[in-house]
T-cell receptor, first 112, second 117 residues
């Protein structure tokens, strides 16, 4: 299979709280999992990524965890700020063909 | 570094006409470029993989005769939407993978919003 399921589709949090987005994938050969932030009408921007040989990666307020056995990975944003409001997409890179398959997206709203 | 541009950023065309969108890697060479389509409030859907010097590889359900791709140089790929119809109205985004770089690297262009009237 080639699907990436992403949940939730929308997420509203109070400023300062944490936000968690989860994705599941089906291709056990997938080896790279990026997360993108997309503002309205703009290009997707890579915010963090993780490779299949690592279980967790952190960059300031953003972290990603990967569970290869369960085939899911999550994005964690701590101390959310209004500027974190955007649509976030997870993706997987299938080893064959070097293609990215995107999740359905999560619209995050951080309320001040 | 790793800047990708697209031209035009917005285009409005009449039904039945063709539209060409350019994707350029400005400061690196890209043997492989990708074309995505994104409908409002939806995810990015890969349309095709553009390979310099060879034919593009299209995803299932994407008509190769309708979406013509040319990757004539290591810094330029073009997507031509032929005989456009209103249902082709969408946000088209390209990405480029640096030649000789990590296999999973992709740098995205700013997108082209196509409106077919």
């Amino acid at each position: 299979g080639e699907n990436v399921e992403q949940h939730p589709s929308t997420l509203s949090v109070q400023e300062g709280d944490s936000a968690v987005i989860k994705c599941t994938y089906s291709d056990s050969a997938s080896n790279y999992f990026p997360w993108y932030k997309q503002e309205l009408g703009k290009r997707p921007q890579l915010i963090i990524d993780i490779r299949s040989n690592v279980g967790e990666k952190k960059d300031q307020r953003i972290a990603v965890t990967l569970n290869k056995t369960a085939k899911h990975f999550s994005l964690h944003i701590t101390e959310t700020q209004p500027e974190d409001s955007a649509v976030y997409f997870c993706a997987e890179n299938r080893a064959a063909g070097n293609k990215l398959t995107f999740g359905g997206g999560t619209r995050v709203l951080v309320k001040p | 570094g790793a800047v990708v541009s697209q031209h035009p950023s917005r285009v409005i065309c009449k039904s039945g006409t063709s539209v060409k969108i350019e994707c350029r890697s400005l400061d690196f060479q890209a043997t492989t470029m990708f074309w995505y389509r994104q409908f409002p409030k939806k995810s990015l859907m890969l349309m095709a993989t553009s390979n310099e010097g060879s034919k593009a590889t299209y995803e299932q359900g994407v008509e190769k005769d309708k979406f013509l791709i040319n990757h004539a140089s290591l810094t330029l790929s073009t997507l031509t939407v032929t005989s456009a119809h209103p249902e082709d109205s969408s946000f088209y985004i390209c990405s480029a993978s640096p030649t000789g770089g990590l296999t999973y690297e992709q740098y995205f262009g700013p997108g082209t919003r196509l409106t077919v009237t």
